[in-house]
């Protein structure tokens, strides 16, 4: 397939390699210097994967639906937009697969993560918390990883209804704490625990290295390829 790859930073880069890898061509490389592209400049591009800033995925996305080219979609931080940017997919027959984490391992992780806070639900001695830690180059705060991993928890707790970034070990009533850290090369690692009086349970997972995400992007390009419809990695898992 040709692959464009929007956003070609510390992400795209590691895609690019997996994607030729892949016997993958990349038809199209943006980053802050071409961000100007137009649709057209997509027509030779048969899927396009998206790992940019915040502020630009929304447009990024739409371009590629005005060129008819399925996306896969890794940054994080622009949920906000998603229905309106779901329902123009859906409205327009284009293809989306959007994922706050491509890796496979932290698929896993959440799946883990939801039958944990199901179990924990009938022992309200333990109180939960996330912790997520991640280089400093990273622009949002808590990570997309981190507030998925959340939602789930809240989704099984009769005792929980929101989240919130918590500094300093700061609690708040009803609403589970979220502690980020910035510490140098850390690719990305989430820990979920369960604390009481007298003990802990932990779940995490460690990213070693950018490959999983760049990986798991590649192979939702290549599930998307002549696709419509709004996908995430279960479709992709088959979970
Ligand atoms: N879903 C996942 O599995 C996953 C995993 C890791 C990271 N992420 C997310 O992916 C995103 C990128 O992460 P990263 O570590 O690769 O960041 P990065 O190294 O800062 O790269 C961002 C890239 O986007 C480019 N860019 C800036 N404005 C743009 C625009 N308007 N249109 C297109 N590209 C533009 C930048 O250009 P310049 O090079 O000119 O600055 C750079 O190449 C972040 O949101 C991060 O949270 C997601």
Not at 129 to 141: Q, W
Not at 200 to 228: M, W
Request: with cysteine; aromatic share 8%; net charge negative.
């Amino acid at each position: 397939m040709n692959i464009a790859i929007i956003g070609y930073g510390k992400m795209g880069k590691e895609i690019e390699k997996i994607a030729l890898e892949r016997g993958h061509t990349i038809s199209l490389k943006v980053t802050s210097q071409n961000a100007d592209y137009a649709p057209a400049d997509l027509q030779s591009s048969d899927v396009a994967i998206e790992f940019s800033i915040p502020e630009a995925a929304k447009q990024n996305i739409f371009k590629c639906f005005e060129a008819n080219v399925p996306v896969a979609v890794g940054t994080t931080a622009w949920y906000a937009d998603f229905e309106e940017v779901a329902a123009k997919c859906t409205t327009e027959n284009q293809a989306l697969l959007y994922a706050s984490n491509f890796s496979l391992g932290v698929n896993l992780f959440w799946q883990m993560t939801d039958k944990l806070s199901a179990l924990m639900e009938n022992h309200k001695e333990y109180t939960a918390s996330i912790n997520e830690i991640h280089h400093t180059e990273k622009l949002d705060a808590p990570s997309g990883t981190a507030i998925t991993t959340a939602e789930k928890i809240i989704s099984n707790s009769s005792n929980l209804n929101d989240w919130f970034l918590s500094e300093n070990g700061k609690t708040q009533e009803l609403s589970l704490p979220i502690s980020a850290e910035r510490i140098p090369n850390v690719p990305g690692t989430h820990t979920v625990t369960y604390a009481s009086d007298i003990d802990k349970i932990e779940l995490t997972h460690e990213a070693k290295s950018r490959k999983g995400f760049a990986l798991g992007s590649v192979l939702a390009a290549e599930f998307l390829h002549k696709k419509q419809g709004v996908f995430t990695m279960n479709d992709l898992l088959g979970i």
